[in-house]
């Protein structure tokens, strides 16, 4: 039997394997970055990181247990952490203590700058889409389809920031924790598109399930 792309993708999406990996590889950075770099962090900083790490991983063991209203849930707060983290970031550090300094920097300072604000934008979509997407009896196809735009701009401007973050003349320390971080927050846009595609398959199996039992209640 021919498998097209399309459905190894789905597939791969929906493996409670790879959900497995994508937590253990976010707790692992997480607690990596914990152990190297707490001295450099601000208190809300680690306070963030914990909840996005912890956060992650409930979200597995949720899952596992089938404990699917947790789990939205869980997701929900997962992605505020991280826009909250990122509008801490982009409106409180970078365009208020430390523009000048980035500006200074030249070009790569100003995409740096700029793809911090637009990964901040698109997880406002993100995060709206989420409540909109799974919290709705039937999926909404235009937020779905935005959703996954978001998601797909997001990572180019993480891919952006990763680049820039090299050439800024950071020091190595600040360089790598911001590696770190980045990878961290990539992780959890997996977590976001495995969630959710589990969401929107279990909606249609529902809506499947449904209309055999109507079409075996009009046979009787």
Not at 64 to 69: A, G, L, M, P
Not at 92 to 120: I, P, R
Not at 150 to 163: M, N, P, V
């Amino acid at each position: 039997m021919k498998i097209d792309d399309n459905n190894r993708i789905e597939a791969l999406f929906l493996s409670e394997r790879c959900m497995a990996v994508v937590c253990a590889f976010i707790a692992s950075m997480g607690l990596i970055s914990l152990v190297l770099f707490r001295n450099e962090m601000e208190l809300f900083e680690i306070f963030g990181l914990l909840v996005k790490v912890v956060t992650a991983v409930m979200i597995y063991f949720a899952f596992r247990s089938y404990k699917w209203d947790a789990a939205k849930g869980l997701l929900g707060s997962v992605l505020f952490s991280l826009m909250y983290h990122e509008a801490y970031l982009v409106l409180v550090k970078l365009w208020s203590q430390d523009f000048d300094t980035y500006l200074v920097a030249g070009v790569w300072g100003s995409l740096y700058l700029a793809a911090a604000g637009m990964t901040l934008w698109m997880t406002v979509i993100i995060t709206v889409n989420h409540f909109m997407v799974n919290y709705t009896l039937k999926s909404n196809p235009k937020n779905l389809m935005l959703n996954r735009i978001s998601i797909i701009f997001k990572f180019a401007t993480y891919i952006l920031l990763l680049a820039a973050n090299r050439r800024l003349g950071l020091s190595s320390s600040l360089m790598w924790k911001n590696i770190l971080e980045y990878l961290t927050d990539i992780a959890i846009l997996l977590l976001v598109i495995m969630t959710e595609s589990q969401f929107d398959n279990f909606k249609k199996l529902r809506q499947e399930l449904l209309a055999e039992k109507r079409k075996g209640g009009m046979e009787k």
